[in-house]
């Protein structure tokens, strides 16, 4: 059984298990760090999915301090990999299948995420295209035909990672 209330945040990446309890509590630290992170993550691609970006967006925070929670308790574990190997804590198991179907979840999150960048680049770039032509003065070409003059300044973008 696993103990209660492991910190995953508290989890340090330098960590050297030396007992079967501390391989138990590191386990359940990754498995309390990925109950955290994993319905935040199918929550995002949920809102991304249905449009709703602004409020995806709004979940940046806190997916990424559980994402850096389970990241470095994934650390500990690679680090004292012999450890956990040797003592083979109750809850390895669930975590090594749970992590498999996590990370096919990712690999769905990080699509419908590159998706909507993808979508919403593209309607920024209409959207400038657009303001650029209707803003253009429109004057009469050499051969006599109407034509937009260029020289308005477009629509900047500017993308932050």
Excluded at 140 to 155: C, E, N, V, W
Aim: proline share 4%; aromatic share 4%; hydrophobic share 40%.
């Amino acid at each position: 059984m696993r103990s209660k209330g492991p910190i995953a945040e508290r989890v340090d990446t330098r960590l050297r298990v030396s007992t079967p309890d501390e391989a138990e509590q590191l386990v359940a630290s990754a498995v309390d760090a990925l109950d955290r992170l994993e319905p935040l993550i199918d929550e995002e691609t949920r809102l991304f999915k249905v449009g709703k970006v602004r409020e995806a967006l709004g979940m940046a925070v806190e997916k990424n301090e559980a994402a850096f929670a389970y990241t470095r308790c994934l650390e500990a574990l690679k680090t004292n990999a012999i450890a956990i190997g040797r003592f083979q804590p109750d809850d390895l198991d669930a975590l090594r299948s749970r992590h498999e179907a996590f990370s096919s979840k990712m690999a769905l999150n990080m699509a419908v995420v590159a998706t909507a960048r993808t979508v919403s680049e593209g309607l920024l770039r209409d959207l400038a295209d657009s303001i650029g032509q209707n803003s253009s003065p429109r004057v009469y070409a050499s051969r006599g035909g109407i034509t937009h003059k260029p020289g308005t300044a477009p629509l900047s973008l500017s993308k932050v990672s």
